[in-house]
């Protein structure tokens, strides 16, 4: 065990797990399969592991409440966090407290020896330990940022969901659809059910889905929904069919397209889920997420979008709703994020930006940005030193009929959030 560890407190492990790897993504499995195997974890009821570009932090929270409200007792792991690093480890529906964490990172250090992880790695064997010590029935786990060489992928699952596949984290999965496709893909196990949430299937999930013989139910075939023009919505699958099933209360028309296929993962595991329409759509429509089109107090709206799809759909959600003033957007962004791809849908919703800088050395510098979105759009984007000064900057040169908009990055719109909830 290193000298420097186990430290007694959150404050103190995570500035230590960052320094332990040079690099924050380190591709490749097999050091995680080796300390996995050191920690002899024991198998839970089942496994349900969430990929996929967008949606999979809302899915996996569907998911979650929809078994826990069957009596499930759950094990979700999400990153990144928007305010806590607890939020990334939730036992039945609560964030793991400090102790439980604590001692999960102290049992994989003990294991270690001088296998190198990464941050990430840690931290999803951490979740695995405390997950295993806790004897929950099901471990609900979001795949990080691809799929075939994440670290979520050394646990076999019983289904396997890949949300969507869309441009996302080119510098490490690839620059085109199907090349990243193919990255996702790699959840997939031999006869293993996948549910694919999306109609636009790349050709690459069918390829590795054929490879495997993995069994591939994809949206629109094998299950389907349609939205009612009173809101409500119905879904039918394999078996079972549900009518009129009140909306999520995650806002934007995509979020009926991930409970959809939540409800095909439920119907595959087929844990004697009641399928009753009036309990299912309770469960949806009650379901909260900081950082997802959240609205503070009239005026500011929170969310994490930061690829091109997720922008599009912020900027619908944004015409979408009425307001009365203009609309600024504080962004701040990370270096391998396509920041035009991101600001064009965005650019006729609103009238004026804010650039700030992300800290860390994977953060775009806010002068960057701010040069950059002027050229994209035409509209003035003034640059702030911090997201405080942006944030009050921003406050005080907007009325009640004006809106404000954070996001970008999970790494703006938690401090964001924490500011918002201190006044």
């Not at 790699?186 to 293993?192: C, D, L, S």
């Not at 920041?339 to 650039?355: C, K, R, T, Y």
């Given at each position: 065990m290193s000298s420097k560890a186990p430290f007694e407190s959150l404050d103190e492990w995570l500035p230590w797990l960052e320094s332990l790897s040079p690099r924050e993504i380190v591709l490749g499995l097999e050091r995680v399969y080796e300390v996995k195997h050191r920690l002899d974890l024991h198998d839970p009821k089942f496994v349900v592991n969430v990929a996929g570009t967008n949606g999979k932090g809302s899915s996996v929270a569907m998911l979650e409440s929809l078994l826990r409200n069957a009596g499930i007792v759950t094990g979700c792991y999400t990153s990144p966090h928007v305010i806590s690093y607890n939020e990334r480890t939730r036992i039945d529906g609560r964030p793991a407290s400090e102790q439980v964490i604590l001692e999960a990172l102290a049992k994989v250090e003990s294991v270690r020896g001088d296998v190198p992880l990464t941050f990430f790695e840690f931290g999803t064997l951490a979740t695995l330990v405390a997950f295993d010590s806790a004897k929950v029935d099901a471990w609900i786990l979001e795949v990080g940022m691809g799929g075939r060489l994440d670290a979520v992928n050394v646990i076999d699952p019983d289904v396997a969901l890949i949300t969507n596949v869309s441009i996302d984290h080119c510098a490490?999965?690839?620059?085109?659809?199907?090349?990243?496709?193919?990255?996702?893909?790699?959840?997939?196990?031999?006869?293993?059910?996948?549910?694919?949430?999306?109609?636009?299937?790349?050709?690459?999930?069918?390829?590795?889905?054929?490879?495997?013989?993995?069994?591939?139910?994809?949206?629109?075939?094998?299950?389907?929904?349609e939205i009612n023009q009173d809101g409500t919505w119905n879904w039918r699958g394999k078996k079972y069919q549900l009518n009129k099933i009140l909306p999520p209360a995650l806002q934007g028309s995509t979020q009926i397209g991930n409970a959809s296929a939540v409800l095909a993962v439920l119907e595959v595991l087929d844990q004697n889920f009641v399928w009753d329409t009036t309990s299912v759509g309770m469960v949806f429509s009650g379901i909260q997420l900081d950082g997802r089109f959240q609205t503070i107090r009239d005026k500011w709206i929170l969310d994490v979008a930061h690829n091109t799809e997720s922008a599009r759909v912020l900027a619908n959600l944004i015409d979408g709703i009425s307001i009365q003033g203009n609309v600024k957007l504080i962004i701040g962004m990370l270096q391998d994020k396509d920041?035009?791809?991101?600001?064009?849908?965005?650019?006729?919703?609103?009238?004026?930006?804010?650039?700030?800088?992300?800290?860390?050395?994977r953060g775009s510098a806010a002068d960057d940005i701010a040069k950059d979105i002027a050229n994209f759009t035409g509209k003035p984007c003034l640059l702030e030193t911090d997201l405080a000064s942006a944030l009050e900057h921003a406050d005080v040169s907007t009325n009640k009929d004006d809106r404000i908009v954070v996001t970008g990055s999970f790494q703006i719109v938690g401090p964001a959030l924490e500011w918002l909830r201190a006044f």
């Open positions: 490490w999965l690839g620059d085109d659809v199907e090349t990243i496709a193919r990255e996702k893909a790699g959840i997939m196990r031999p006869a293993i059910p996948v549910i694919f949430g999306s109609e636009k299937v790349p050709d690459t999930v069918f390829e590795v889905a054929n490879e495997l013989d993995a069994t591939l139910l994809v949206s629109g075939q094998d299950f389907a929904h920041l035009e791809g991101f600001v064009a849908p965005l650019a006729e919703a609103i009238d004026s930006f804010i650039a700030v800088t992300i800290p860390g050395p």
